[in-house]
Structures are given as structure tokens and as C-alpha cells.
């Protein structure tokens, strides 16, 4: 592979990212909330900085910042003219550098690096190719891909973008300024305002309820819905059943990553974050901010309580209560998967030591 | 988000699912193979019931169901003018209240739900939009629906549903009735009658074969097929590879949850489950009546036989005998795992109670 | 099901694959670059080898191969004309079967089966449904399917397939002889020469990252790419979300399975395998020839050092060492992972047959 391609000039491609600026230090520090540092060494840059680059690779007209801790090293090598950190880290940028200090620092590079490389703006229109049904309603205001479906008493609010491929099925609801992937399929769905659906996630199918008959399974008809409220965003590939009787629901705010299952009737509260290649069977209950970190596994018809965190890998056969961290397959509370890991780590030397050492015990 | 939108107005949102009725309570019981009971208190509704509820919002006209014993409470509370119960609960239902009573009562209930809600019936034509491939075959009787490719030699039988965007490969044969969702691709694939695929599954791409060559990785010609027999459905956004030597069976009957992977050549009997994220490797095969359960995985070239049940997230990496119940990373019976889990609690707590009783044998 | 589906004729059904042939015994041993051995009774055939087959279904006129070891008894029964094995087997090569023994026999059976069954070649054409940007260059040599959109100044080089329904998005760089399969979304990256992609891949949206403001989580701009170097294949509905900073790369030659996660700014040497629904979360490295079995998960920023092995369902949370071979959750090393396992079970008996002999001791 050439050159070309694999060395990274920085981040935001012009060919894929727009670029706006440059923009002065106080400017970024207004949009950052964040206090203004000037470098102990030198002053300002006077035309101000041109766009953000990682530390080891940023010039002294761009702008860096420091998310963890263990790249701090990386700080007091940096040519970055300006860096976001937090205050811990204020006293360790280089004299050259300005600073934004911030007690959110990741919020805060996340603003600047907005301001930098705002998102496409919506272009309304309707793409020659889609096929939307008569009885649709799609906002004038929307913009609508190549080969997109939109089916008969479906709704697209104000400010939509629909990408190409995607199919919004019969009667589906979807609120203003949402942002609905290519290849999505969307059925059976009520979204609300500035959902983000990515590339190829299925809401809305039946879901895997079956009754033993006499010759074979029997599909249960799946008669709920899949309702998305204000600001949830879904990652690529992931699955959302639709209820059976119940509707399946995630609550606003909630952030889902690639390739996560939702079983039918599963309720998710407010602001939930569910982390790649994680499941939940049906019926299951999140209340509000819980965490379910990569690749765990809910079992159906259990409550998870407010704030309560499920480790990677976590198999959760029974309720958890609010706020607290469990871990392990079944699941623990964190110490004391920890302290078993250790212990049996502790014995299985022991017992492997006897018997190299020809005890004979066994 | 508005209330409209989160408020649950029971099931079966008009937007999205047909409804017939009312029935007479007989009419139903009939449909469900169960014995009525009529209200100890009143009478059956004279003009019959409307519809169907889940147990707390279900109103006199209305049919609901106990499907789980934990939600024992609400059948009690009900005011569901007409509830499906097993014999256990016959007693438990409110004096005002008739019961439908069958030994199936979650079957009953699939009954009667469809009786309400009938499936959306084949709407006979082909979308201007597809692409038939002129050597394809096409029963007059499918539904093909917007931007379907259909490609040289296909064959597709009566009555078929094809979703829009899906794509039916070269050669490949559907048989009568099959339901084909939206996205799906199905390439070097042979289906029975009565499959359903929803939407995004991917049916026989290539396996994941390749040698060690002098330049790096070699693909082994994947020379297989995918057979999916009569009555198989396959979840949204699961993958089947094609076999490289034999073909990749799915049996009569089987069911496959969403983001389920099978490996080339595996082999799965009659009315097989398995649950979603689970795993099946390379030619591994799965006598009749298996269930995988969520996010387990079966290393390649082992049986597990008839009857077998591996548990959520079981590594299983040898064979399973016949009607066995697994569980764990490495897989072991059930019994087996958690009396290991108990003891190792109990010994973690014991060396750790020493510890903090500072008895310094560590 | 009918006879015709279930019954497997051999592999290389015409219905889907080419057929090339009858070839002379040396021209297969040429390809496979193996000694040829005829056979101890009879001659080879003097009119060649007409295709391949499994070791229990070839003829007389047909070549097999030994792979696994564990197939070793169907050699000594098989009637296949010739035979691809490994030295150790060539004196259980049935007496009628002519040899072709090569060290690397799964090696000779790829170039021998590809002899037979040659790929599909291109057919160059754009077809007329596809949506192709005035300012996109796409290869005249190209074969572009279906549906397929491909938006502004992206660039497609000679002798590439994009199979229905891809999107190629904005400024995507494709060289040259790739294979992009249906439902592909490509974004916001860089792929280099013979890169294959297998249907549903995700390559390019958004990763997962997002700040915590005062009105909820606040998305974090996603300014990496991907960067799919030369010889990679992607499999089935996998996702590889671009870089946050730096970008997302699969070093050149590696395979990655279906329904893989990769996270931003993840980095992959060359020629790795990450098999299927294994995660690999953000901003982790892996260093050439790194195995990843399935449903094994990576935590985020850690750093795999060449040719190691993480076993299936492995949950790996810091740093592994080159040439390291790790199992378990959280990763240890196999041989301790399985000490552990057999202590364990050692101990739970010793306790429960105490416990059942009614010590009381409990």
C-alpha cells in the first residue's frame, strides 16, 4: 500500500471532512468554556489556529488535547500551539504551548473540534430514485437519499436526512432532525427528535417468541412497537426487536454501539450506554445511566437499577440493584470477581506446586 | 419527547398491524384448542372481545394472557374481561373475569393474537423498480418489492414476499411462501417452503478458509452451499457462510435469532435454537432439538447431540452428549458450574476473612 | 424438504459455481506445486481428473483431500481417484488412489479446487440503475452493480466489483482489483489493491465517542478514517467504525471473520485474523500476525504484541506479549487458564463430596 494511504497527514481529511477557521485562542476557549492559558513562553498565535492534530503530530497553529492519562508523556513533547487539558494537567504543558483548561476536557475538545469541522448541513430533496409512497408525509426540509423507501402513512419530520438505501416502513414516526443511516430498515418504530440511526441497524423486526405446537414452532404474532425518544443514537448493525405486547423502548439520551441485540420488550431508561456486540433479552428493565460495557449479556425478564454498571463480558442472570458495578459470567459485584480471580490464581499454584514438588497426594 | 409517542396504548398500534373482530369468547377458545370458563361474577361479553392487552392495561373487552409465572401479581389486579391461563392459575382469575384454559396456554395465546391481528397478506406484482434478471423465475403469485435484484438462474416460488433492497443471487432456489426482508443477501443458497429471513441476514458469502501461502493468507475456494430446509427462520443481520466442501445445513423447523454466526459446513438438525450473538463454528453439527443459548460459542469440527442445551455464553470446545445441559467457558453441566461458582465463593471468602483477620499465612 | 435440496450432490453445484477441467493428474500436482505418487494398483487416469469431492463422496475420477486429522479413517475408505495429503499420511493412501503429497496440503487443495473452479471474471459495465457522481472516478474496467451509489470524488481503481447496493461514499479512495460485496457502506476511507469485502460490512461511520455535557452526552467528531491496506477482507455485517484523531488500519493481508467490532483508532498489523463477533475496542494495537479467536472482546488502548493468540471468548484487559498465547476472562495464559479450570473442578468435588458424606463441617 503506498504511502499515501497509510500515513496519517492528521486527522480530517479534506476529502471526507468540511474545515472551517482559523479561529483565535479566545474564540476557542468561548466555545470550549474553558479558561485561557497563554504560553510562559512566546506569545498567542496572531492569526489565530488552523485545526487539531494529536499531539504528536499538531504545529504550533493547531490545536491538541490530552483525554488519558497515559499519554501524558505525549504532552511534554508536543509542538501543538494550544492544548485542552484538565487542571491536573495544567502545570505540565510545555512553554510554548497555550492552554485551555478545562475541568471537562474532553467536552471541551470536542466543541473546538466541532467549531473546526462543522457537520454537512442538511441539502433538502428528494432523490430522484427514492420511491415514497403517495400517503407518506416527508417534511420539505428533508433530504432524501439515493434508492430510498419511505412506505405508505410513514411521517419524516423537519430537518431529516435519510440515507440512500434506507427503508422507513408503513406508519413508521419519525421526529425532526434525525439522522437515519444508509441500509437502515426501520418497521414498526415511533422515533422521536434528533435520533441517529448508523449504517445497517434493524429497528422494528419481529421478535424470537415462538410457541411449541404440534408440528413445530409457531411464530407469537410480535404486536409492540420499537419506540426511539429525543437524542438516542443506535450504532451500525445493531438490533432492536419490536415488543410482543409491550413496546420496546429506549429511553432519550441512550447511546448504543455496533452490533448490540435488544431483545422485544427490553425498556431502557434515560441515558444508557449499551457498548458493542453487548445483548439484552427480552422484558429486561434498565432504569436510568446504566452502563453495559462490550460483549455482556442480560438474561430476559430482570431489572438493572439506576447508574448500575455491567462489566465487559458480564452474564447477568438476575437483577442488579441501582448504582452498583457487577462483573464476571455469572455476575459479581467487581471485588469479589477480582479477589475469586486471585484466590483461585493463588490456589491452582499451590495445588500445581505439590504436585510438580511429587507429593504424590493427588 | 411527547407523550403521543412514549405512552403505550396497548398493543397492536393500527399505524402498524391489520385487526379483525370481534370474536365471541367460543370463537376463541375454539381457535386457542381451550376450555372457556365463563366469569364467576357476570357474564361472557355479548358482543364479543375487541382485541388483546397485556394483563394491566386490558379492559372488560379485551383478551390478555399469564405467560410467566413472576407476573402471577397482575393476573389478580387484572380487568381483562377475558384471560389465557394454564390450569395451575385457573383459580387465581378474578371472579369477573372468563378464562381460557389450555394446557398450551402461550400457544393459546399466539392463536387468538392472530386471530386479531392477521399477517399482512401477499400483495401479488413486481415493484418497476427491481431487477429480474430474464433467465430468473418468478412465480406470478410473489411480491417482489422496490430495488430487488433478482439474478441470472434464480428461482423463486409461489407466494414469496422479497423486502426491498434484497438481493437473490445467481442460481439460487426459494421455495414456495417464503418471507425474504428487506437488505437480505442470499447467494450459493437452496430454501425450502414457509423461510423467513429478516432483514440484513446474510446467506452464503464466502467461509472464512484460507492457507498459509508463500505471500501471506491464500483463500481456499469455498465450493459449498447453504441449505435452509421447510420452516426455518433466520434472525436480522445474522450471517451463514456457504460450505467450502459440503453445504451448510440449517434443519426443518430451526430458529435463528438476530447477530448469530454459522461457520461453513456446520450442520444443524430439526427445530434447532439459537439465541442471538451466539456462535456455531465451522463444521460443527447439531443433532435434532438443540438450543444454543445467547452469545454462546461452539469451537468447529464437534457434534452436540439431540436434545442438548448449552447455556448463555458457554465456550463449549468438545462434543456434548445427547439431552446434556452446558454451561461455562469451558463448557460443563449445569450442576457442575455452579457448585463451582459456590465454591469458589465460599474459599475467596474464607482467604480473604483470613487476610483482613491478619493471620499473615499468606 | 425435497431430496433434491438436502442431498448433497458434491460439492460445486453448477447452479453457482464455474468449472474448469478435466485436468491430468501432473498439471494438479504443477498447480498444487506437490509430488505426485501414482497409485500402487492401477494407473492414473489417462483421460484426468474430472473435479473434487469429500473423501466419502469422490470417484474414481475425482480428488480429495485429508485436512484434519481427525478425518484420517474416511482416507482408508475413500474411492476418490487421487488424493491431496500431508507426508505423515501418504503409506495410508488407499492402494487403487493415486497422491499428491505436499507439506502444505490444505495449500495444494486451494490451487487444486481453484483450478477446477475458477473465480467469476469481471464483466466490466456500470449497470444502469447505479448512481454514480458526476465528479467520482470510476475505472472503465470496473463491474458495478445494481443500486450501487457512489457519491462525489470518490475513486475506484481498474478491475474492482462492487456488488449491489454498496455505497462508496464521499471521497472514498478503492484501488485497484477490490471486491466490494452487496450492502456494503464504505465511508471516510482508504482501501488499497485486492481488498475484499463481504456483504453488510460497515466500514467508516462514527465511533463510539462521546463527551458528557450538562444536558446529556455531547458526540465527539470522528475525524480519523479507515485505512484498509492491501489484501484485507472484511467479513459478513462486520463493523470498523473510523478513527476519532488518528486513523482506524487493518494492516495489509489480515482477515477479519463476520460480525467482527472494530473501534476507532484501533490499529492492526499485518496479516492478523480476528474471527468472528471477536471486538476490538478503540485505540488498541495489534502488531503483526496477532490471532484473535471468536467472541474474544479487547479492552481499549492496550497493545498486542506480535503473533500472539487470544483464545475464543478471551476478555483481555492489558497488555499481551508477542508470541503470548492467552485464554479466559480476564486473558491469562492457556496453560494456567486450564490449570486453573482442572484445580477448581478438583476442589468443588473434594467440597460437595464432603458436603454430601455429611461432615457438617460446612
Known amino acids: 500500500?503506498?504511502?499515501?494511504q497509510t500515513s496519517s497527514s492528521g486527522p480530517a481529511d479534506p476529502r471526507f471532512f468540511n474545515r472551517s477557521g482559523p479561529f483565535e485562542a479566545q474564540v476557542l476557549a468561548d466555545a470550549a468554556e474553558a479558561s485561557l492559558l497563554p504560553p510562559r513562553e512566546g506569545a498567542l498565535s496572531a492569526t489565530g489556529y488552523t485545526g487539531i492534530a494529536p499531539l504528536q503530530v499538531a504545529g504550533p497553529q493547531e490545536v491538541s488535547f490530552l483525554d488519558n492519562r497515559r499519554y501524558a508523556p505525549l504532552l511534554e513533547e508536543t509542538k501543538a500551539g494550544l492544548v485542552i487539558v484538565a487542571p491536573a494537567f495544567a502545570d505540565k504543558v510545555p512553554p510554548h504551548c497555550a492552554a485551555l483548561v478545562s475541568s471537562k476536557p474532553y467536552l471541551?475538545?470536542?466543541r473546538v473540534a466541532r467549531l473546526f469541522h462543522p457537520k454537512k448541513p442538511v441539502k433538502p430533496g428528494i432523490h430522484p430514485s427514492a420511491c415514497i409512497d403517495a400517503t407518506a408525509k416527508v417534511d420539505a426540509t428533508c433530504e432524501i437519499g439515493p434508492f430510498v423507501v419511505v412506505e405508505a402513512g410513514?411521517?419524516?419530520?423537519?430537518?431529516?436526512?435519510i440515507g440512500s438505501h434506507a427503508v422507513v416502513g408503513q406508519g413508521v414516526q419519525i421526529g425532526q432532525d434525525c439522522r437515519i443511516g444508509n441500509h437502515v430498515t426501520v418497521s414498526h418504530a415511533v422515533l422521536g427528535e434528533r435520533v441517529i440511526i448508523l449504517p445497517g441497524a434493524r429497528i422494528g423486526q419481529d421478535g424470537f417468541g415462538f410457541a411449541v405446537g404440534p408440528n413445530g414452532f409457531e411464530s407469537v404474532p410480535q404486536l409492540g412497537r420499537v419506540v426511539l425518544e429525543h437524542d438516542v443514537e443506535i450504532g451500525a448493525n445493531t438490533t432492536i426487536d419490536r415488543g410482543s405486547v409491550n413496546d420496546t423502548v429506549i429511553g432519550a439520551g441512550s447511546r448504543l454501539d455496533n452490533l448490540v441485540q435488544i431483545g422485544h420488550n427490553a425498556r431502557l431508561g434515560r441515558c444508557c450506554i449499551v457498548v458493542s456486540q453487548a445483548g439484552i433479552s427480552g422484558s429486561t428493565v434498565l432504569e436510568d445511566f446504566v452502563t453495559?460495557?462490550?460483549?455482556?449479556?442480560?438474561?430476559g425478564h430482570i431489572r438493572i437499577g439506576a447508574k448500575a454498571r455491567i462489566g465487559a463480558q458480564c452474564g447477568v442472570m438476575s437483577d442488579v440493584e441501582s448504582g452498583a458495578d457487577v462483573i464476571g459470567s455469572p455476575a459479581m459485584p467487581f471485588r469479589e470477581f477480582f479477589r475469586n480471580?486471585?484466590?483461585?490464581?493463588?490456589l491452582a499454584k499451590k495445588a500445581s506446586g505439590s504436585a510438580e514438588g511429587g507429593s504424590g497426594k493427588q
Do not use: F, N, P
Open 1 to 4: 500500500m503506498t504511502g499515501r
Open 108 to 110: 471541551a475538545w470536542s
Open 154 to 161: 410513514a411521517e419524516i419530520g423537519a430537518g431529516c436526512i
Open 292 to 299: 453495559v460495557a462490550a460483549q455482556a449479556g442480560l438474561i
Open 341 to 346: 480471580v486471585a484466590v483461585l490464581r493463588k
